[in-house]
């Protein structure tokens, strides 16, 4: 089953309908999505009301050094982890000032999986001033595919949790 253009657009819509009711910001922190997440919100006239920073931060330096992401986490459990994916949420939430902000990490391939994280592995967190929620997906596909799998996993999960606030 493929996932459309329009089926993003359509999540990233219900997702600023959702901030907008709540008076909520939101921010992001993407590596193997590369902004997508970003993309999907920008796209959306007026979006600067609710979504404010978006960091890209691809490399473990870059983690580190735009989020301070601990080194020791980075080494100890590797970029695409439910424990370095929870510090990038945090800290994005933090330097960006938002309610609200999602992180995710993963191999969305052709290379660089591993028997542990094979290709399709992605680690998703969401954070804001009471919680952070990670998560673990294993996507099929090609890397298109797992990207844009993941872009749909966290726009529905962020509905997910605007809803439970009603």
Same mark, same amino acid.
């Given at each position: ?13 219900? =997702? ?5 009711? *709540?008076?909520?910001?939101? $921010?992001?922190?993407?590596? +193997?999505?590369?902004? @997508? #997440? ?10 600067? !009301? @609710? ?7 691809? $490399? ?5 050094? /735009?989020? *301070?992401?601990?080194?020791? $986490? ?5 970029? =695409?982890? !439910?424990? #370095? #994916? ?17 992180? &995710? ?9 591993? !028997?542990?994280?094979? =290709?399709?592995?992605? +680690? ?6 009471? #919680?952070?929620?990670?998560?673990? !997906? /294993? ?11 993941? =872009?749909?996993? &966290? ?7 605007? *809803?439970? /606030?009603?």
């Amino acid at each position: 089953m493929s996932i459309s253009e329009s089926d993003l657009n359509s999540l990233a819509e219900k =997702v600023a309908t959702l901030l907008l009711e *709540n008076n909520l910001t939101i $921010s992001t922190a993407e590596s +193997c999505t590369g902004g @997508w #997440v970003g993309k999907e919100f920008t796209g959306i006239p007026g979006s600067s !009301k @609710w979504y404010g920073t978006g960091f890209i931060t691809y $490399s473990n330096q870059a983690k580190h050094n /735009l989020l *301070n992401v601990s080194k020791d $986490s980075l080494i100890n459990h590797g970029a =695409v982890s !439910k424990i #370095v #994916v929870e510090e990038m949420a945090e800290r994005a939430r933090k330097i960006s000032r938002s309610n609200i902000s999602i992180s &995710i990490s993963g191999i969305a391939g052709p290379t660089g999986g591993t !028997k542990d994280k094979p =290709v399709g592995t992605v +680690c998703f967190a969401y954070a804001d001033e009471k #919680v952070t929620k990670s998560f673990e !997906k /294993l996507f099929s596909g090609d890397r298109d595919d797992v990207r844009r799998s993941s =872009v749909k996993f &966290i726009l529905e999960e962020i509905i997910n949790n605007l *809803n439970s /606030l009603h």
